[in-house]
């Protein structure tokens, strides 16, 4: 479990990619305090398990769903990467509950400065639209972002100046993608009020039923 307040930015060493899975080494100082191999790192706001250490960085395999479902296979060496620590039990929450489990990418359409601020504009499909609402969060690339705005095609975020420079977001191009989570609060309320299929009974007319009544 994280909170979408990113600690470090790091820099991939490298991604070995195999056919439909890869390898990722990522420098970092920060997050590898009190980090141990099997301990959860969120890296551009994917939950991976860190398998090999040293005291400058961390390798975690990356699955075929993870690659399937995030941008992390466009990482190249020397990409900056956000990451964070899964959050500690006696921690302040400043963000929003993230899992680390990525909904799926969206695209950026738009940077826009307003003041000390800049707007991103992401495009995303209608799976991930569905569960945003304006003013609620949302996490792109593992950073802990509030919805400005939305409607058919997208939504907007507004980033202040420090999350913009703790963080790769306005380090992004229009055109790049970036990995997206929905609020775990809005899948579970969907999933909820979704009809479910009725589960059939097994039936209780059998030949040993029809027999003690009389009908064999």
């Not at 940077?111 to 992401?122: G, K, Y």
């Not at 495009?123 to 409607?151: C, F, M, P």
């Not at 058919?152 to 975020?157: E, H, L, N």
Request: net charge negative.
């Amino acid at each position: 479990m994280f909170t979408g307040i990113i600690e470090e930015l790091g820099t991939v060493r490298s991604l070995i990619s195999g056919s439909r899975s890869g390898k990722l080494t990522i420098s970092a100082e920060t997050v590898l305090e009190g980090t141990r191999i099997g301990d959860s790192i969120a890296v551009n706001g994917v939950c991976l398990t860190v398998t090999e250490m040293t005291g400058s960085s961390f390798t975690a395999d990356v699955m075929p769903e993870t690659l399937s479902r995030s941008a992390l296979g466009s990482l190249t060496s020397g990409s900056r990467v956000n990451l964070e620590r899964a959050m500690p039990a006696d921690g302040r929450f400043g963000g929003h509950i993230v899992s680390g489990h990525i909904d799926g990418t969206g695209t950026i359409t738009a940077l826009r400065r307003d003041e000390n601020a800049v707007w991103v504009t992401i495009a995303a499909d209608s799976r991930i639209l569905q569960l945003i609402v304006e003013k609620g969060s949302i996490a792109i690339d593992g950073i802990s972002l509030t919805v400005a705005a939305l409607n058919s095609t997208g939504f907007s975020v507004s980033v202040i100046p420090h999350t913009g420079s703790r963080t790769t977001l306005l380090l992004k191009q229009v055109g790049e993608q970036v990995n997206l989570e929905n609020d775990i609060l809005g899948k579970y309320i969907k999933r909820l009020l979704q009809p479910q299929p009725q589960e059939t009974a097994p039936s209780r007319i059998t030949e040993a039923f029809l027999a003690e009544h009389g009908f064999l």
